[in-house]
């Protein structure tokens, strides 16, 4: 018998499958489909937009006297200062949520994980409840951000300090700890919601914990944007410990990682980026609990190709669902939360359902 393939690093090439495309034709192919994507997503709406219009617009307001301005004012608001801080959002939020969910999905070893295991969006909740109920402004524009952020922070660090156990983070107490804390918090804003007077503030407070990206601004974008970047390559410098952590602990210390550190620094990043996003849009669920598994079945588990290819698809993905929020009920506009629900709870089942077993035994 080979008893090279008995070694961690021998298993470790096999758990990692090849892509069953080319990975360089892949993204190529998804970053085409993204361009396209922003483009039909600027142009859909109660005023139909011209796809040449769409850009030299753009074109214009990021180097003017590159374009001729030949279009009327009303169109330019539309293009520049409504639909396209929200397409962009939305490709942000979709990006970094499927970005989470495959590094998650890789800690603990656990396809059911999701951005939203630690708890971190029930404290964003809590904190821009606050901010919508009580009127909170002493940051202006960026009060309900902040405050969602903060309340991120603080239900990442409760989190963080339940589940440490002498100077070690297991993931069977992280989960639970995230539970546990996700109940308080959930609790503490159901309490203020009942106890709000004003119809319109309660109806506001569940639209923003449903998911929504009505409220994208061009200033809302630097934040979510330099958090994504610095985030994912961050992740992908550290896929070979991904990738030997996802097959389990002994052979990733075999090959040099430090388990519990590593889960440490990943988990709190993980917290960060997902406090980061939750804080502009709000709570919207199971991009990166679907996406992640089947972007699997194209390019495998190494998470030097599955991220890059996830940061991508869910940008895609969200961007569509947000194009359906704002048309399917038009005038009216849905929460993206419901529509992402309706989307990702028959996958959930099916997901739970093919692996059963494998849940069972962890």
Known sequence: MNQAATTPASALAQRMTTSRLGFGTLLSGLSLLLLLSVTLAVMIGPV????????????????????????????????????????????????????????????????????????????????????????????????????????????????????????RLTTGRLILAGVAVAYVFGALTNFLIYNADNGEQVKSVIFWMLGGLGGARWDYLGMPALALALGTLYLTVQARSLNALSVGEETAATLGVDTSRFRQQIFALCALLTGTLVAVSGGIGFVGLMLPHMLRFLVGADHRRLLPVAALAGAIFLIWVDVLARTVVAPQELPIGIITALLGAPFFLWLMRRNGDALGRR
Request: avoid cysteine.
């Open 48 to 167: 139909p937009l011209a796809p040449d219009l769409v850009w030299r617009v753009a074109f214009h307001e990021l180097a003017p006297g590159l374009v001729t301005p030949d279009w009327e004012a009303f169109q330019r608001n539309i293009i520049w200062e409504l639909r396209f801080p929200r397409v962009l959002l939305g490709g942000l939020v979709g990006a970094g949520l499927a970005v989470i969910g495959a590094t998650m999905q890789a800690l603990v070893r656990n396809p059911l994980a999701d951005p939203y295991l630690l708890g971190v969006s029930s404290g964003a909740s809590l904190g821009a409840v606050a901010v919508i109920l009580f009127g909170f402004n002493w940051f202006g524009i960026y009060s309900l951000s902040f405050a969602a952020f903060l309340g991120a922070l603080l239900a990442f660090s409760a989190v963080y300090l339940l589940a440490l156990q002498g100077g």
